[in-house]
């Protein structure tokens, strides 16, 4: 029986996660969550973790609810703790250092937060050559690209697409200056966390997404494309030299690709090695209308200026995803929090992005950096 942790258990790709287990029969060894203590408590009930961790503001209640668990405040003493599987799922810069400590034990991470991937993929590729660790995206597109890419050459890939909703304003307002939160978080397709709802919506989602598929994949830059695909049913496609376009098709289900991610992790396969031992339990097959007529546009670069600025932070290199990410980060809370506009997400983003300091990566200078460039956008949006 495989042992599993998860980062990020009570929030969407947690609570997916946990339900993969179920079906699947993981062992569930620790869960990191942070505030919603009703949940988490419902989890520990059913599945038994020998740790949890919960945010700080909540430990004193946690211990009380939970007096047979031993319960911490670092979600790295979760990815610490000897699972041999590690889901991912803890939003934003945050989940970078718990990954970390995962992949430097050697673990096999199934990766849904793609931001440590945006901030940290050659370092996080240098502690997987160091540890014998693995990563297994869980992210739907690169799930997509990582099925479609099995068995081939990666120096026989002409390109790489991954596809975008669109989000909610695709086809309007035209002018996006007096979206509110609600609206935005209204996702066509998806059910997901706030953040990468907002994200969708920007399409800053997809420009983190090619910069997560350029360090999964190594392929350059140039070689990763977006379009919109509005039915959300493919999700990646892949060009080779030869002319040939597989394409990957699903439906909007983050069950498959978490699945996926967990079952390949430690092995790289579909339900391979020792779980062919136990039956076989895919996830529910949803009602999935493959006669429906699938939809494929460019995106509206001038409407959503993130997805340029992310291939923009891309070209810079060194640590300006590092920079790109932060303020996204804060003017993302900012905008939830309705403390300013929509369109002000994406002009401080390229207002900070214009003064990304010249550093090389590294992980001091990741957290320094991501420091100093939450600093520098908070000001640029209230002082
Ligand atoms: N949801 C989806 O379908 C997809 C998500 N992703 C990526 O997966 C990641 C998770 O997204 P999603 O599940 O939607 O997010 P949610 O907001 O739904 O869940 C976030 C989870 O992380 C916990 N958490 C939040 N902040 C912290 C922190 N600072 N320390 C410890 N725990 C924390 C939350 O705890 P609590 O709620 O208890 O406070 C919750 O368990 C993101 O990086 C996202 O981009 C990628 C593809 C699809
Ligand atoms: C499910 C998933 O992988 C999300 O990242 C999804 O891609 C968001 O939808 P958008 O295509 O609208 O960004
Ligand atoms: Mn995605």
């Excluded at 430097?104 to 014998?132: F, T, Y």
């Excluded at 799930?143 to 390109?159: D, I, K, P, T």
Aim: contains cysteine; negative net charge.
């Amino acid at each position: 029986m495989h042992t599993l942790s998860i980062l990020g258990s009570t929030g969407s790709i947690g609570t997916q996660s946990l339900e993969v287990a179920r079906r699947r029969g993981y062992r569930i060894l620790a869960l990191a969550a942070g505030r919603n203590l009703s949940l988490l408590q419902e989890q520990v009930r059913e599945f038994r973790p020998e740790l949890v961790s919960v945010d700080s503001s909540v430990y004193q209640e946690a211990k009380d609810l939970l007096p047979e668990t031993r319960v911490v405040t670092d979600p790295g003493e979760v990815a610490a703790f000897p699972a041999e599987i590690v889901v991912g799922a803890i939003p934003g810069l945050a989940g970078l250092a718990p990954t970390r400590i995962a992949l430097e034990r050697g673990a096999a991470v199934a990766l849904a937060n793609k931001e440590s991937m945006v901030v940290a993929g050659p370092l996080m590729w240098d502690l997987v050559g160091q540890s014998g660790g693995r990563i297994s995206p869980v992210d739907s597109e690169h799930s997509a690209l990582y099925q479609c890419l099995a068995g081939e050459q990666l120096s026989e890939v002409r390109e790489l697409v991954i596809t975008a909703s669109g989000g909610p304003f695709r086809t309007g307002p035209e002018d996006l200056s007096e979206v509110t939160p609600e609206m935005a978080l209204k996702h066509p397709t998806w059910a997901m966390g706030a953040k990468v709802t907002i994200d969708s919506s920007t399409l800053m989602n997809k420009g983190l997404e090619v910069l997560e598929a350029h360090y999964l994949y190594g392929l350059p830059l140039e070689q990763v494309g977006v379009v919109v695909h509005p039915q959300s049913i493919i999700h990646a496609l892949v060009r080779f030299q030869d002319g040939n376009l597989k394409a990957h098709l699903g439906p909007p289900n983050m069950q498959l690709p978490i699945q996926y991610g967990i079952d390949g992790a430690p092995h790289g396969m579909r339900f391979a090695g020792d779980v062919h031992a136990a039956p076989r339990h895919p996830a529910p097959f949803t009602d999935f209308p493959l006669a429906r007529t699938l939809e494929i546009f460019e995106p509206d670069r001038d409407r959503f200026p993130c997805l340029d600025l992310a291939y923009a932070a891309g070209r810079m290199g060194k640590v300006a995803p590092v920079v790109l990410n932060a303020a996204d980060e804060i003017a993302v809370e900012a905008f939830l929090q309705k403390k300013i506009r929509y369109t002000d997400i994406a002009r401080v983003i390229e207002q900070v992005l214009q003064e990304c300091p010249d550093q090389k990566l590294g992980w001091d200078a990741i957290f320094e950096v991501d420091a100093w460039a939450r600093t520098r956008t908070r000001e640029l949006l209230w002082d």
